[in-house]
C-alpha cells in the first residue's frame, strides 16, 4: 500500500510556492485523492498548478473544521473541481469567533454561505460519526477529550442569541488511514488535542501503532508540561514520522525536532510525501 500526500497550502512554503495562514492537504490512497482542507484563500489552487495537481480529479473534500484558514479555499477549489461530496461535522456551520490580543473579537467561520457553496457544487455530508471513504480511509468523527492535558484555547467562541460561549470544536476531526505499516493521521488543527486525536484513530481501528502523524498540532501556545507530555505520548505510540504544519509554532517544532530527530520534518506548502 502507498500513501502520495501533498501539502497544498501551509503558512510556511517550500521554493516557489505561495505561503499563507491555513492548511489544505491533498492524499492520494486506495486509488482515491482526498483533499484535507482549502486554505485561508487561492494558495491551494495557486499552489497545485506549480506541483502538476489537477483539482478537478479530487474525489473527496473532507473539512477538519469550521475555521476560515481551513475553509476559505473553498470557493476557489469548488471553481475548478464543481460538483464534489464534502465530508464535515455539522458544527462547521456554527458562528465561530476569535479574540486576538491586537484585534478584539472577530468572526473566524467559514467565509461563505452554505447556499452559495453548495450553488458551486458542494454536496455537504455532515455527520457526527466517523465517515467511512474508501476501504482503508476514515475520519474519526467526533474526538473524545481524554488525554486529560490538553484543552481547547479559551480564545474561541461560538456566537449564539449574540452571546458569545467556548467552543468546544466539536467540529474537529482528522483522517486516519490504516495500513500494514501502522496509522497514518492527516491533522487538520488538532484543536481537540493531538493526542486525544490519535487515541481516537487507535480507538476505532484498534491498531496500536502510529506509523505517521502530519499536519497542524495546535501546540504553539502549548505549556512546557504539555509539549513533554505530548512527546512522551507519541513515544508509546511508537510514531516513526511527525511532519508538523500551521499552529504547531516555532517552540514545539523545535522541541519535537529535538527529539525525533530524522523522523521530524517540517510539513510546509511544497511538501511532497510517498509513505512508507
Ligand atoms: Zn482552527
Ligand atoms: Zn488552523
Redesign the pocket.
Known sequence: MEIKIHTLTENTANYGFLAE???SILVEVDGMRILMDTGLSFSAVHNTQLMGIDLSTIDRIVL??G?A??TGGLREVLKIKGETEIIAHPDIWTAKYVERDQEGVKYCGIPYSREELESRGAHFNLVREPVHISDNVMTTGEIPMLSGYEEIENNLFVKEDDLLHPDPLADDLALVIDTEFGLVVIL??A?RGIINTLRRAQNLTGKELVYAAIG?T?LFRASKERIEKTIADLREMGIQKIGVS??TGFRASARLAQEFGDAFFLNNAGTRLTLP
Open positions: 495562514w491555513g492548511l477538519s473544521h475555521h484558514d481551513h487538520g488543527c484543536h497542524g495546535h500551521h499552529c
